[in-house]
């Protein structure tokens, strides 16, 4: 009897490849997919521009920029216990629409941010911002094993690996996207860069600088929500086809 074939390497990589892209063919994990990847850029574009946000536009020191970050990542970890029960209550899809909305006004709030406005309402964002984030990071790992049951049950395989797999790329690959988009603007702009808060910056580098911290993550959290209304499984869905 003749022994069984060993594959090759390069078998071993197209079926790898094939199956990455064939996990795609699931229209639930897609949609999520692209939730997640528009997510993760708007993390990224807000992280980059940030700091020149803080620095140029904010006139605020790092100490400050120190601060905000702390109470942001404290708010999220506190509010976790109220994040579940939110999930819980309204259900994965609606809560995680909700907190991409609030999180879409959270970022737009800081175009129209002045000199003169109260302290109370800064820090109020930090908060707000923080809770809300998390929010939708906790809503996508939540749909995300909805949609690996979904795809099971439909093409009777068991994908979980490359499934995870792919959603950590796309968060690897998505994180890249923000510092780009936000090199590119301030390079067209004609920042100064400099570590010196003094520095007078061109207006039109101070407007792109705002953009970048408010409005452009702000609609591109809007895209989201667009893309998530495309995701229609439920858990009656997963029982029915069970």
Do not use: H
Request: with cysteine.
């Amino acid at each position: 009897m003749p022994a069984p074939q060993q594959e090759t390497f390069g078998q071993r990589a197209i079926k790898s490849v094939t199956q990455f892209i064939s996990v795609f063919e699931t229209k639930p994990f897609a949609v999520l997919t692209l939730v997640k990847l528009l997510q993760f850029v708007v993390l990224a574009t807000v992280l980059a521009s940030f700091p020149y946000f803080f620095t140029f536009v904010l006139n605020k020191s790092f100490a400050v920029f120190g601060t905000y970050m702390g109470i942001f990542s404290l708010s999220g970890i506190v509010a976790i216990p109220f994040i579940r029960f939110i999930i819980k209550g309204m259900g994965k899809r609606s809560a995680y629409i909700g907190f991409l909305s609030l999180y879409a006004l959270g970022l737009l709030s800081w175009y129209f941010w002045t000199p003169s406005e109260p302290e109370m309402f800064f820090y109020a964002r930090s908060v707000l911002i923080g809770i809300v984030s998390t929010g939708t990071l906790f809503c996508a790992l939540a749909l995300l094993p909805d949609t690996m049951e979904y795809d099971r049950l439909v093409s009777g395989q068991s994908r979980e690996g490359t499934i995870s797999g792919v959603f950590t790329l796309v968060e690897k690959v998505s994180s890249a996207f923000g510092p780009l988009i936000v090199g590119v603007l301030l390079q067209a702009t004609g920042l100064i860069t400099s570590k010196d808060p003094s520095t007078v910056q061109p207006e039109q580098a101070l407007a792109a600088i705002r953009l970048a911290a408010s409005i452009i993550p702000a609609l591109i959290t809007l895209i989201c929500i667009a893309v998530l209304l495309k995701y229609r499984l439920t858990e009656q869905m997963l029982e029915d086809l069970k």
